[in-house]
């Protein structure tokens, strides 16, 4: 108890200059937390995939679509436990700026698919009844204030028109990293006023959601679907649902990867100035600890005081900076949530967070600890005034 107080009365005997140490450790903490927050939440989707699902799309590009007569041909896979289909619907509310995802799909198989949304019983029937119904996320509903039973209207960009929907569920996430800001609607609908109006573009269907038997066959399964469809006018590509959503991470790779670099550069700053700053503590304290090797304290005690008061400087600096990332995500989150649908901080982040308050701790220490444990006390005292 005596050696903490020690400690801290150390660290803070040049208050000034010890607080910015510690505002800028709290801020580099609280960037790199932030920073690998946002990479977590680029890879959100990637994360939160199954792998019990599979995604079959047209082998050219998504852009291409597969006709709907390929569902009971999937249907009958060997491995094959339920198919589904979906459409990337593209409309937006009121105007461009309020986007967020939307897709027609069959209700009842879809949903049943991904038991990680959460609608009630009632609700899923009422959907599944009213072909012009729709069901949001929750924090969907909450942004706009939707509630059951609202009319919404989706101004279409890949389908043109004005496409009104009745609200008529709302589903949670069954976990932390679900996204509850999507829009589903019937596939029907859409593809009955294609036929009307667009009918070279009416029974076709985006993607194909696979579910497999077995997740330990997925890549046969996946093998099996492609051969079915092999030389024919629409081949398919089939994948697991984490290689789906890598490939549209793979699209921006590059900005992922300088977001990971100054995530570390910043650390890297900061452990600059933290050992910059125990080194000036420890040319004031040459004489202390020449004095302290005078009265027989050894050298693992003087490198012990020098250690644990660069650790405390930095401890109390990462704590900081660790409180102050979870208000930071949520209006950072909360701001960006059409981008950012699911923007939480992980438990690795402030792992990582703590891992580096120690190593800035123990690198800051270093030098001044083997200067101080090295000097001789002759040298030492004359110092001393």
Not at 301 to 316: D, P, V
């Amino acid at each position: 108890m005596f050696f903490l107080k020690l400690l801290i009365r150390n660290a803070f005997r040049h208050r000034l200059r010890t607080l910015l140490t510690i505002v800028g450790i709290a801020i580099a903490i609280l960037s790199f937390g932030m920073l690998r927050t946002v990479v977590a939440a680029w890879y959100a989707g990637v994360n939160a995939s199954s792998a019990n699902r599979l995604i079959t799309r047209n082998a050219i590009s998504l852009v291409f679509s597969l006709p709907t007569a390929y569902q009971e041909r999937i249907r009958q896979v060997e491995g094959v436990k339920s198919v589904s289909y979906a459409n990337w619907f593209g409309g937006v509310y009121i105007n461009e700026k309020n986007f967020f995802p939307n897709f027609a799909i069959e209700p009842l198989s879809y949903l049943s698919m991904y038991p990680e949304f959460v609608i009630s019983a009632n609700e899923l029937n009422d959907f599944a009844r009213d072909r012009k119904a729709c069901v949001v996320g929750s924090k969907l509903a909450q942004r706009y204030n939707w509630k059951i039973g609202d009319t919404i209207t989706l101004k279409g960009t890949i389908f043109p028109g004005n496409w009104e929907f009745v609200l008529r569920g709302i589903y949670r996430g069954r976990d932390k990293s679900t996204d509850e800001g999507q829009f589903f609607f019937h596939w029907n609908y859409l593809n009955e006023s294609m036929r009307k109006s667009f009918p070279r573009r009416a029974d076709q269907v985006g993607i194909y959601l696979v579910e497999v038997k077995n997740p330990q066959q997925s890549a046969e399964v996946a093998q099996r679907v492609d051969a079915l469809f092999k030389n024919s006018l629409a081949e398919t590509l089939t994948e697991t649902e984490k290689a789906f959503q890598l490939s549209f991470v793979s699209m921006t790779e590059a900005i992922v990867v300088a977001i990971r670099i100054v995530s570390y550069v910043v650390i890297l700053i900061i452990m600059a100035v933290t050992a910059n700053t125990m080194s000036m503590t420890a040319r004031e304290r040459i004489g202390e600890y020449a004095i302290f090797k005078a009265m027989g304290f050894g050298t693992g005690h003087i490198a012990g005081m020098i250690f644990g008061e660069s650790l405390c400087i930095a401890g109390i600096g990462c704590a900081i900076g660790m409180a102050l990332t979870f208000p930071a995500a949520q209006l950072f989150g909360d701001s960006l949530s059409q981008f950012f649908p699911v923007f939480l901080v992980e438990r690795t982040t402030l792992a990582l967070d703590a891992a580096i308050a120690v190593l800035l701790g123990v690198t800051a220490g270093l030098f001044p600890a083997y200067r101080a444990a090295t000097i001789r006390i002759a040298d030492g005292l004359r110092r001393i005034g």
